[in-house]
């Protein structure tokens, strides 16, 4: 164990303290087709003023246009980056070097390179950034509406609990693996070996909304033990899941501690807690509503924020692969799409039931009004006792 984080310690810093190291002024750099972009490459930490005379050998592509050899002058050698085609993330790096008329390399490269990125037109990359974080805010907002909902009413009255448990564990993984992928240094170098030269897989804004999703879902839970909820209760079944994916995630921080696997792949047991629980968390508050045939309770504005913000995600990533032309996003991360997609098609089943299913509501209970509510009596079916019945009131017709 104490040799693994002394090798980290060392590759993390290699491009520190490393002698003759060439660096890029720019790792990522963004250009539009036919236009030119200056790339210099320095030479820090050198040791002789021979390597002032350094040719650099340049990787080519059919994408970049530039020159494949550059001489450095003053410590510091220019490339300047034509975009011949859209294409996304191309490595130009160098390849090798000669001075003095040596066939061996004096320099350290590895740090020598820059991603760059061809678009076919600016205002399309404004877009982008612009739907971007148009999908960011609504994910954000659309915790808000079902509090508010709760607020109003007093009442927590037909928001299924099983889903809350489940989003609160989804998004404490998710939170989770966000503030490691982003703040730790041991999970980022492991990342940076497994893939060199890639783009950081966490951003701040991703580390904001996991964070923010599962604080609002703590106030949620606990307007649950503050308003009206009459005898809903999470149900077993949701209980023993999460029991399975705590334990899954326990389990593997084990593994890591005890060196069967690394932090990097505990960090990612904790994407798989989420990828599960996407995947079932929506199918109990559709049950639900169908058993109550109403969604009073369940708050719209959640899902169409929801909706819209799964609707802007793709919509960026089409922007972007058309920018680019480069499609891969679709086929090459197949989970997070289809992720994606499950959360917009339930979306647009809780938008049915709303709409259309259960647009008149015949309640057999009263509606809450919030404090001036006077105290009805509350007859519901047990959903968690199928033995036991229940008989009506006289039924109420409600307005969703």
Not at 255 to 261: F, G, R, T, V
Request: one cysteine or more; proline letters at 4%; a negative charge.
């Amino acid at each position: 164990m104490i040799r693994r984080i002394i090798i980290i310690a060392l590759f993390s810093l290699s491009t520190v303290y490393c002698l003759n190291n060439v660096v890029s002024n720019e790792k990522d750099v963004e250009v539009r087709v036919g236009d030119s972009y200056p790339i210099v490459f320095e030479i820090r930490n050198h040791t002789s003023t021979t390597l002032n005379e350094t040719r650099l050998v340049l990787s080519t592509s059919p994408s970049l246009q530039h020159a494949e050899v550059v001489l450095v002058k003053n410590w510091t050698a220019e490339v300047i980056v034509i975009g011949a085609s859209p294409v996304a993330g191309e490595i130009l790096e160098v390849l090798n070097c000669s001075s003095d008329g040596s066939s061996i390399c004096p320099l350290d490269l590895s740090d020598a390179y820059s991603r760059i990125t061809v678009i076919r037109s600016h205002w399309l990359a404004v877009l982008v950034q612009t739907v971007g974080w148009m999908y960011f805010a609504a994910w954000s907002i659309s915790f808000y509406p079902q509090m508010y909902l709760n607020h109003t009413r007093r009442s927590v009255v037909g928001l299924n609990f099983d889903f809350l448990a489940l989003n609160l564990v989804g998004f404490g993984a998710y939170s989770i693996f966000n503030l490691l992928m982003y703040f730790n240094s041991h999970v980022k170098s492991f990342y940076n070996m497994e893939n060199p030269r890639s783009p950081p897989p966490v951003l701040l804004n991703d580390v904001v909304f996991a964070v923010h999703a599962f604080l609002a879902c703590s106030v949620t839970i606990i307007q649950c033990f503050c308003f009206e909820r009459n005898n809903q209760k999470v149900s077993t079944k949701c209980i023993a899941l999460i029991v399975v994916l705590i334990v899954f995630g326990f389990f593997s921080g084990i593994a890591s501690l005890i060196n069967k696997i690394t932090i990097l792949d505990f960090v990612r047991s904790l994407s798989y807690i989420k990828m599960a629980v996407t995947c079932c968390k929506y199918f109990p508050q559709a049950y639900f509503n169908y058993i109550n045939k109403s969604t009073v309770g369940w708050s719209i504005g959640n899902i169409l924020l929801d909706f819209a913000g799964g609707s802007m995600d793709i919509f960026q990533m089409v922007l972007q692969a058309v920018n680019v032309d480069n499609w891969s996003a679709f086929y090459s991360n197949p989970v997070k799409f289809g992720l994606g997609f499950v959360s917009i098609f339930f979306d647009m089943f809780f938008m049915l039931q709303h709409f259309v299913f259960y647009r008149n509501t015949e309640e057999s209970r009263s509606v809450y009004a919030g404090v001036d509510n006077p105290d009805p009596e509350l007859v519901v079916p047990d959903l968690y006792n199928d033995n036991e019945s229940f008989e009506p009131t006289t039924p109420i017709i409600v307005h969703n």
